[in-house]
Each structure stands twice: as structure tokens, then as C-alpha cells.
């Protein structure tokens, strides 16, 4: 019953930009914490971004300068401003979301968005 979709993928040449969007939708009664994570080929899926219902936020050693995670909670969505693009920063780009499913705030889970392709080559 929660959906999440991601956009905003593409190829774009070292250095360049990208920002990735992602929005859930469903039964959803609050969101926790909402991130982005990426998995290369032959790699295992790594934690590139978080940030809590409250702001707190978290990177990735990796990223930390170059991407910046945002959300707005009335719209449920969760953003990853990628600047100055590395080829190492290839890979699926998914989010994820802890969503409260019950009115009383007792229970949530995880979901995971479908992924979208983001290629840095020139």
C-alpha cells in the first residue's frame, strides 16, 4: 500500500549535477527517517545519504561536500542535490523510507523505491 518513485536519473559528465527526487505515496501516517542509497555492479548496496523526520542528517565519507540530502515532509519526499560528479559515483540511486503505517505511531517499515540509473562518463 506505499509506493515509492524515484526520478531524476540520467548520464551527465564528470563535474556536472543531477538531483534525484523520490516521493511515497499509500498509507502513510508519518515517515522517520528517509535516505538514499546506491549499489554499483559487483558492489553491495551502500548508504549514501540520511536524514530524520527532525533534519538530522548523515553522509557518506564519499559524497560528504559534493551531495546534499533535503526533504519536505508535507509532500513526503525526500531529494539528493549531487554536484561535481565522479565516474565512482555510478551506480542505481534508491531511496528508502521508515513509513509509520498505523494511526497510532506504533508500527512502521521499511520500503524501498525501484531505483533509478545514474551514469557519470564523458
Known amino acids: 500500500q506505499v509506493q515509492l518513485v524515484e526520478s531524476g536519473g540520467g548520464l551527465v559528465q564528470p563535474g556536472g549535477s543531477l538531483k534525484l527526487s523520490c516521493v511515497a505515496s499509500g498509507s502513510i501516517f508519518g515517515i522517520n527517517t528517509m535516505g538514499w542509497y546506491r549499489q554499483a555492479p559487483g558492489n553491495q548496496r551502500e548508504a549514501v545519504a540520511t536524514?530524520?523526520?527532525?533534519?538530522?542528517?548523515n553522509y557518506a565519507d564519499s559524497v560528504k561536500g559534493r551531495f546534499t540530502i533535503s526533504r519536505d515532509n508535507a509532500k513526503n519526499a525526500v531529494y539528493l542535490q549531487m554536484n561535481s560528479l565522479k565516474p565512482e559515483d555510478t551506480a542505481v540511486y534508491y531511496c528508502?523510507?521508515?513509513?509509520?503505517?498505523?494511526?497510532?505511531?506504533?508500527?512502521?517499515?521499511?520500503?524501498w523505491g525501484q531505483g533509478t540509473q545514474v551514469t557519470v562518463a564523458s
Open positions: 536524514i530524520s523526520r527532525g533534519g538530522s542528517i
Open positions: 528508502k523510507a521508515n513509513v509509520i503505517i498505523n494511526p497510532s505511531g506504533t508500527w512502521s517499515f521499511d520500503y
